[in-house]
């Protein structure tokens, strides 16, 4: 397995038990830390010379992106377009195409003309889907639209409101009117695992929507993590400095989402009783 990308998902994955037959190689754009074993190789997607060596010792190699740029407070868009499109392509552009026998893309849910980060994302994908049907190489898209650890580092929403929440904070969210479905990382790991064992023949694409098919309010999810923990978030609704572009997001971003994956969840307060488990 070929894990690009040293994310939060990255480092979950190389830790959980369910992938411990496989051996890990993690390409990072910058240097790697909090991973230590014998079985997980970590190296800078710079040095090129080490890459194509350790490529030499499989035959077969899956690769797992999970590479993301959501974009800090202030707006850099080449960190944006590197990290979503620019630094995954390479890396796959390192390796023969005769080794690669399954992508595996984490993609998001969100319209393109959302944000620059989804934008960046949907670049990827259509670019990936050429790559894969030209090299006939078997393409898995996992789709999901806002996944949660609640482990205490502030991360998507979820996991940024509750780190307010646990370190009296106050939380700063926009686009409160906005609806996601928010889906807990346990079902993306279990989606993840099913993805590098399914077989698929040559040049094949399979999309996979991960959801609980309910959405919520991103105002609303304050009142759900109060209930749930019993402690109160003080937050600060952002808007939009301008109300045209605000009305071109709201009309850009309907969107439905249709439930490929369930496992023991119906909805986000359901889920909140697995806390600690991850």
């Known amino acids: 397995m070929f894990v690009v990308g040293f994310s939060r998902l990255a480092q979950k994955v190389t830790q959980r038990p369910d992938f411990k037959k496989y ?105 990936l889907r050429c790559y894969a049907l030209k090299r006939k190489i078997s393409l898995i898209n996992l789709v999901a639209e806002s996944y949660y650890y609640l482990d205490g580092s502030p991360g998507s929403l979820i996991d940024y409101l509750y780190h307010c929440m646990q370190n009296s904070v106050v939380a700063k969210i926009r686009n409160g009117d906005h609806q996601r479905d928010f889906v807990s990382a346990n079902q993306l790991f279990y989606a993840i695992k099913r993805s590098v064992d399914i077989r698929l023949r040559k040049g094949s694409l399979r999309k996979i929507n991960i959801c609980t098919g309910k959405l919520y309010k991103i105002k609303d999810i304050p009142k759900i993590l109060e209930n749930k923990f019993n402690k109160t978030i003080e937050v600060e609704i952002e808007t939009y400095p301008s109300k045209k572009m605000q009305q071109v997001f709201r009309s ?3 969107y439905k989402l249709e439930t490929f994956i369930k496992k023991g969840v119906k909805n986000l307060e359901e889920d909140m009783q697995i806390r600690g488990t991850i």
Not at 75 to 101: Q, W
């Open 23 to 127: 051996k890990k190689i993690v390409i990072s754009r910058r240097s790697v830390k909090g991973i230590s074993s014998k079985k997980i190789d970590t190296i800078k997607y710079k040095n090129r010379k080490k890459i194509k060596q350790l490529i030499s010792k499989y035959r077969s190699i899956i690769v797992l992106n999970t590479s993301a740029n959501y974009g800090p407070r202030k707006f850099n868009a080449c960190s944006m377009v590197d990290g979503n499109h620019l630094f995954p392509k390479k890396i796959l552009e390192y390796i023969p195409r005769n080794k690669i026998t399954k992508v595996i893309n984490i993609d998001t849910a969100l319209n393109k003309f959302e944000n620059y980060y989804s934008a960046r994302k949907k670049k990827h994908f259509n670019w």
């Open 252 to 254: 850009k971003s309907q």
